[in-house]
């Protein structure tokens, strides 16, 4: 009874944080389909951040979590898979990766399937290999190994480029049923009568794209990448110029603080304006430092007369970089942070200045124009894939804009570590997050 009125209690707790009402999360989630983005590296960052999204799932102010994968830390690797749902592997690492769809009542398992190129692999009960591959006439032949013994099912279907194929997974009396959206393509003898496992990987140098109802940590994606590793972002950047959204959250590993309270004004704002990028109040950001001091909320003794004589976010480089400097704006930001979170400065237009953008949102109509190779830019001297390649192109666009009274808080940037910036504060932020979220939200 303690467990249950505890439950009760935290989930009213929550909603008063929100400021919304049951119906007010039903018909605001119904209304935006919004995820969240994340560049995931690090783990140590990502537990903090993680707290933070999972409220914001909970409370359904997010509908999806995605995680890409920029690493070959094995600890990390490990940690994003515990977490979130493989929907994208690729041939660059050809191993098989657990997968947990839904197992429907009759027994079957229903996956959409994306082939970049080549083909692609399941494996079930780490026995029964399922062999999808790409002829040359652009037909899918479907194959099934079981104990090195193959049989075919050959597919009419035709091989289209950013085009998902339906199959449908059974095991009943022994019998392994592969169909496809009409046609049965398989039927096999096997000495297993359920699903104990599911694993997938892309054919070598191939990749491929899984879509199953998750039936752990739902809503909740891993993709993984054919570079893991940082300045490969346009990998990510041109995956959703396919994929259906209203509203997209661009996040950063080590975001480590959010304001729960005001992400819906933030929301709205992106919503209704329908600008380009639109950054939140960053700690730690080069363009939210030059209005925080501007608008006293940074004062100037942690300035130090920086700003005399200097009137624009470009002037803040070198202290920018200044990994003592920054820590002194981190320290002041958790002993004040009621300071930045109860501010009242408006949206402010940031044409010509640099909005380094580690969080940015954005609605899909202004999305798939900036980032489209084919919109208005196709005639420019841009190099090739300048479009996805992260700050430079953005620097460049106009009608960006940045949202004060959301405020957020980057960690760290490398040149910072590098200038005397250590990870000590991490600690903090770590606390503050345990402060205001439960950890089995």
């Given at each position: ?63 999806e979590i995605h ?122 003898i096997i000495d ?237 932020y770590k606390y ?10």
């Open positions: 009874m303690l467990y249950i009125k505890y439950k009760i209690n935290l989930i009213l707790i929550l909603l008063m944080l929100s400021k919304l009402s049951l119906l007010d999360i039903d018909i605001f989630s119904k209304r935006n389909k919004i995820i969240a983005v994340i560049f995931a590296g690090r783990k140590k960052y990502l537990e903090i951040l993680l707290r933070y999204l999972k409220i914001l799932k909970y409370l359904n102010k997010i509908s995680f890409w994968q920029f690493t070959k830390n094995k600890l990390t690797e490990e940690y994003l898979n515990s977490l979130s749902n493989l929907h994208k592997t690729n041939g660059f690492f050809p191993y098989y990766r657990n997968i947990y769809p839904v197992i429907n009542n009759n027994n079957s398992f229903i996956i959409r399937i994306n082939f970049q190129k080549n083909g692609a692999f399941l494996l079930i009960n780490n026995k029964f290999e399922i062999i999808f591959n790409l002829l040359k006439n652009n037909e899918i032949n479907v194959a099934l190994n079981i104990s090195n013994n193959l049989y075919y099912g050959k597919q009419n279907n035709k091989f289209k480029k950013n085009k998902y194929l339906t199959y449908i997974i059974k095991i009943i009396d022994y019998h392994i049923i592969i169909k496809d959206k009409k046609n049965l393509l398989i039927e096999s297993d009568n359920n699903f104990n496992s599911i694993k997938v990987k892309s054919q070598i140098n191939a990749e491929t794209i899984w879509d199953y109802e998750e039936s752990i940590h739902k809503d909740m994606k891993l993709y993984d990448t054919i570079f893991r590793e940082a300045w490969h972002w346009y990998e990510a950047y041109k995956f959703y110029l396919n994929y259906n959204f209203n509203i997209l959250i661009k996040i950063d590993d080590d975001i480590c603080f959010i304001d729960i309270n005001r992400f819906d004004e933030f929301i709205n704002f992106i919503k209704s304006s329908k600008k380009n990028i639109t950054i939140p109040n960053l700690v730690n950001h080069a363009v939210s430092l030059s209005y925080n001091f501007k608008f006293n909320l940074i004062p100037n003794s942690i300035m130090q007369n920086f700003f005399a004589n200097r009137t624009t976010t470009l002037d803040l480089n070198r202290f920018y970089r200044g990994g003592h400097q920054i820590k002194k704006i981190h320290k002041f930001f958790l002993d004040n942070k009621n300071k930045f979170i109860k501010n009242n400065i408006k949206p402010i237009k940031l044409d010509g200045q640099r909005p380094s953008i580690c969080m940015f949102g954005i609605v899909k109509e202004s999305y798939n124009y900036i980032y489209n190779p084919k919109s208005i830019w196709k005639n420019s001297n841009y190099p090739k894939d300048y479009f996805f390649i992260d700050e430079p192109y953005a620097y460049s666009l106009e009608n960006n804009y940045f949202f004060p009274r959301f405020v957020c808080v980057h960690y760290a940037f490398s040149f910072q570590r590098l200038s005397g910036f250590t990870e000590d504060l991490l600690e903090n503050l997050s345990n402060d205001i979220i439960a950890d089995d939200i």
